[in-house]
């Protein structure tokens, strides 16, 4: 059974970094895609950022060059490092996964079939 537990979050200025961490169990962690999904209060879940089974990274362009996804297959783990965090970036962070290569559609939300509970991110101005 697939099991995702995310952590990490807070509240935080503008400018400021959080470090997120999302713990897998319950499957074959290196040949699943995993990656991040945020969803703010009255907005649609929107992708994030996407390590794929391989060592494909795709990221969104509203947190391009300020978040960075990285995983550890050795500790089942994968982490979004967030720099430069905007009030923009509040929202609940969601881990998700899936089995297999997500280079046909990494960002969008109906690729992924695994899911964690959430960890909330709040910028303040």
């Known amino acids: 059974q697939v099991h995702l537990v995310e952590s990490g979050g807070g509240s935080v200025q503008a400018g400021g970094s959080l470090r997120l961490s999302c713990a897998a169990s319950?499957?074959?962690?290196?040949?699943?895609?995993l990656g991040w999904f945020r969803q703010a209060p009255g907005k649609k879940r929107e992708g994030v950022a996407i390590?794929?089974?391989?060592?494909?990274?795709t990221y969104a362009d509203s947190v391009q060059g300020r978040f960075t996804i990285t995983r550890d297959n050795a500790k089942d783990t994968i982490y979004l490092q967030m720099n430069s965090l905007k009030p923009a970036d509040t929202a609940m962070y969601y881990c998700?996964?899936?089995?297999?290569?997500?280079?046909?559609?990494?960002?969008?939300?109906?690729?992924?079939?695994?899911w964690g509970q959430g960890t909330q991110v709040i910028v303040s101005s």
């Open positions: 998700a996964a899936t089995f297999g290569s997500t280079l046909w559609a990494p960002l969008e939300e109906t690729t992924y079939d695994n």
């Open positions: 319950g499957f074959p962690f290196s040949r699943y895609s």
């Open positions: 390590f794929d089974s391989g060592i494909h990274t």
